[in-house]
């Protein structure tokens, strides 16, 4: 074999090698896009929402199929961080609101919510849910057929006055922030029904 065939010999391999790395990269892309499409699907069916922006958007905060159940807790876990951290009298809160809503303990919605007690989720995340919440709420959603703003709310009124108290007597009264995070959740998740 000449030097001209050994350089052209492995430059086919070279060349081979690229093509079948690149064919594997398409592969891994689209069994990639399949499996977003059935888990949008699968979002889907379980929130009764159709719409693929919201969809995406769903997933984007970290929701599944299985997890957003959370969805309705999600300004109550908001306003427990409200002031820093999140006391344990604020998380045996969501807890309850969460075992009361079909949350069971060890479940996947469940390891969820501790994980969201644990490491505060990004404001943007909280926006974005709180946005997300309002139009399923607007909606009529699957997710969101049983609440209303006003129980979120309420909700969220719990885990404000959760934290401090001797013998079920609340010590401290709401803080600042708060009430005003409060205020911003109950403008949030009622300005489309109206």
């Known amino acids: 074999m000449s030097e001209h065939d050994a350089f052209a010999e492995r430059g086919r391999a070279l060349e081979d090698e690229y093509f079948r790395k ?30 693929p922006a919201l969809l995406a958007d769903l997933q ?25 951290d999140v006391t344990p009298a604020e998380r045996q809160l969501v807890v309850s609101i969460a075992r ?21 989720p990004t404001p943007e995340q909280f926006a974005r849910a709180r946005r997300l919440l309002s139009a399923l709420l607007d909606s009529g959603a699957q997710v969101a057929k049983d609440l209303t703003a006003d129980q979120l709310v309420k909700y969220c009124e719990q885990i404000a006055s959760a934290s401090g108290g001797l013998f079920g007597l609340p010590m401290r009264a709401v803080s600042m922030e708060e009430r005003n995070l409060l205020s911003k959740i109950a403008s949030d998740l009622k300005s489309r029904q109206q």
Do not use: C, H, M, Y
């Open 22 to 51: 690149k064919d594997r990269e398409l592969i891994e892309k689209l069994r990639r896009a399949s499996e977003a499409d059935r888990a949008r699907g699968e979002l889907s069916k379980q929130t009764g929402v159709t719409d």
């Open 60 to 84: 984007d905060i970290g929701l599944t199929a299985d997890t957003v159940v959370l969805l309705p807790l999600v300004p109550a876990v908001e306003l427990a961080w409200a002031e820093g």
């Open 100 to 120: 009361t809503r079909g949350i069971a303990e060890g479940s996947g919605p469940d390891r969820l919510l501790n994980t969201w007690l644990s490491s505060r």
